[in-house]
């Protein structure tokens, strides 16, 4: 996730932010340090979460889509109805593709159960 503020900051400094400027940003988990770095940076009165939907939401899921084929997955068609199901086709792709893990979100604490993703935490740890 340090990763994710590091962008953000990046994002912002392109963008030229203004003084007055308010800063919203996604409610996603992918985004929690990000927004206590903004707050730390900007103070809380600026920053703000929000829920990402319509043509932004949709700009962004056909991107990260398209990411994810040129990595050479093919996501399921039902994927948002069928997340769980989702999930483990990725998986199962991650396991017969092992250099792609590096590549994969795995912030998530619940992700260490699976043996998968227990040794890229190991990894990059030492």
Known sequence: MIQTSRLVFQ????FE?????????CRGS???QAFKDLEKKFGNARIHKVKVAGEP???????YLDEIRNLGYEPLNEREEKRAKSFFHMMRWLKKN???????KTGWPRLSKYR???STSKRALT
Request: hydrophobic share 50%.
């Open 11 to 14: 994002l912002l400094e392109e």
């Open 17 to 25: 932010l203004k003084a007055d400027e308010i800063v919203k940003i």
């Open 30 to 32: 992918i985004f929690d």
């Open 57 to 63: 939401q949709r700009l962004t899921e056909t991107a």
């Open 98 to 104: 092992p250099d792609k893990i590096k590549l994969a």
């Open 116 to 118: 998968l993703f227990r």
